[in-house]
């Protein structure tokens, strides 16, 4: 099995560094260009089934990156930030003086949110549920958020929350390859649009 999981692409949310969260921003001009940069890899890919959260920007990644509607699974959405949402990252910073600590804490939530510990079990809940839907040749893709996507990446590689706060966040339209042979997941570097990949099938 192999998974692609795709970022959605830029909003003018990402560009301002303005916490987006749940709140639902639509793609920018740039979004959509790196959206459909997409395209021509996964008309070579066979895909068994195309999945997104239930946030425009993910969705509409999914279907100009595919041509396909996805299949919207909310337990997928981004972390709910609460009240953050639509702050400016340093701005929070700036006026709180516990926020960092609170930032890197697995079971802390922002005014009103979710803490990255909830999100990752329902996350997990997803996962588990895409993946028993098919079998071990299939192709899929997920399109998902900054936060919620590396919920994805700890699910395959068995990574805990703090050691994936340490990796690096991911960037807007970036694919990351997922593949399972019996029960182990292995993760590769990012994929560029332009790169082959010889299907399973």
């Known amino acids: 099995m192999r998974i692609y999981f795709l ?21 920018n001009a740039n979004g959509v260009s790196q959206a459909k940069k997409w395209r021509s890899f996964f008309e070579r890919i066979p895909l068994a089934g195309v999945y ?33 949402e639509g702050q400016v990252w340093n701005n929070i ?10 930032w890197r804490l697995a079971d802390s939530r922002p005014p009103g949110g979710e803490s990255r510990l909830e999100m990752h079990s329902r996350v997990y809940r997803a996962m588990d549920s895409i993946v028993a ?6 192709e899929l893709l997920i399109v998902a958020h900054g936060g919620s996507g590396k919920a994805v990446l ?3 590689n068995r990574m805990s929350i703090e050691e994936l706060f340490g990796i690096p966040a ?19 570097a990012p994929l560029m649009p332009d790169e082959k990949v010889t299907p399973l099938r």
């Not at 949310?13 to 793609?27: E, K, P, Y």
């Not at 425009?56 to 337990?75: G, K, N, W, Y």
């Not at 839907?133 to 299939?138: C, K, L, T």
């Open 154 to 156: 700890g699910y395959a």
């Open 52 to 84: 997104s959260s239930s946030l425009s920007r993910a969705m509409e990644t999914a279907l100009l990156a595919t041509l396909r509607p996805p299949c919207v699974i909310d337990a997928l959405d981004e972390r709910n930030y609460g009240e953050w």
């Open 170 to 188: 991911i960037g807007n339209a970036t694919m990351t390859l997922l593949t399972r042979e019996g029960k182990h997941w292995s993760v590769a």
């Open 93 to 102: 910073a700036d006026h709180d003086p516990n926020f960092n600590r609170r």
């Open 7 to 27: 970022r959605h692409g830029e909003t003018d949310w990402n560009v301002s560094r303005r916490i987006q969260g749940r709140t639902d921003i639509a793609l």
């Open 133 to 138: 839907s098919h079998d071990e040749g299939s």
